[in-house]
């Protein structure tokens, strides 16, 4: 079975400072894997995937992801946040052949301090 | 083109009734899933449907039941509401099963709230 585990419930961050969330998943097949951000009262919005062809994966709103097997895993950057980037974001996986199901991490709320 | 759309989008219920949330996907789109999201146990898988057929389900009690329609619309079920069913459900469509070019979209979700 599949995991995802996300370090760190809450990380805050100036403005304009490196965003850095971590996200290690457990899979016995390569799998898919996907970050999404949620902002309060919404659903979830897609910010990149990871299935299977580049490595690091560029996403919207700046974000990007680099897929490590040796490390198993996903980590979401940022060069430059913003103070529209505070939100909940969660990483997810999806095993080929699964179908769309997707396992999520706990979640990691990103708070932009000025 | 129009999003993923929940309706109703907040919900309150009495312990013991059941309810009914529906989801209406992108056009095109033949794939349905639900997810729970509560505090406690974040965000859960339930069931998936693709052309009208249950084609994976997650780890919750008979109580929870779906169905997905000939246009692809779906919709949810709770029976014998509980305290613990408070929660926000999330619907997502993509356009078939996972693959190279899968993707899920998600609507803004139905806010369920039991008394």
């Known amino acids: 079975a599949q995991s995802v585990t996300q370090l760190g419930s809450h990380v805050s961050v100036s403005e304009g400072a490196l965003v850095l969330l971590r996200c290690n998943y457990s899979?016995?097949?390569?799998?898919?894997l996907f970050w999404y951000v949620q902002y309060p009262n919404q659903g979830l919005q897609l910010l990149l995937k990871?299935?299977?062809?580049?490595?690091l994966v560029k996403g919207i709103n700046g974000f990007e992801a680099e897929f490590k097997k040796s490390e198993t895993s996903f980590h979401l950057t940022k060069p430059s946040a913003h103070m529209s980037d505070a939100a909940e974001y969660f990483c997810?996986?999806?095993?080929?052949?699964?179908?769309?199901?997707?396992?999520f991490g706990t979640g990691t709320q990103l708070k932009v301090e000025l | 083109k129009a999003g993923v759309t929940q309706t109703p989008r907040y919900l309150i219920k009495t312990r013991g009734q059941q309810v009914t949330l529906s989801c209406s996907p992108i056009?095109?789109?033949?794939?349905v899933s639900w997810y729970q999201q509560t505090p406690g146990q974040g965000l859960q898988f339930l069931f998936e449907?693709?052309?009208?057929?249950?084609?994976n389900k997650g780890n919750f009690p008979g109580r929870f039941s779906g169905r997905q329609f000939s246009n692809s619309r779906s919709e949810m079920n709770v029976s014998t509401l509980e305290l613990g069913d408070s929660a926000l459900y999330l619907c997502?469509?993509?356009?078939?099963?996972?693959?190279?070019?899968?993707?899920?979209?998600f609507g803004p979700g139905t806010r369920l709230t039991v008394t």
């Open positions: 056009s095109g789109h033949r794939s």
């Open positions: 449907y693709f052309s009208e057929t249950q084609r």
């Open positions: 990871y299935t299977s062809a580049a490595t």
């Open positions: 997810a996986v999806s095993l080929t052949g699964g179908g769309n199901k997707l396992t």
């Open positions: 997502a469509s993509s356009p078939g099963l996972a693959g190279e070019d899968y993707e899920q979209y």
């Open positions: 899979s016995s097949v390569p799998p898919y």
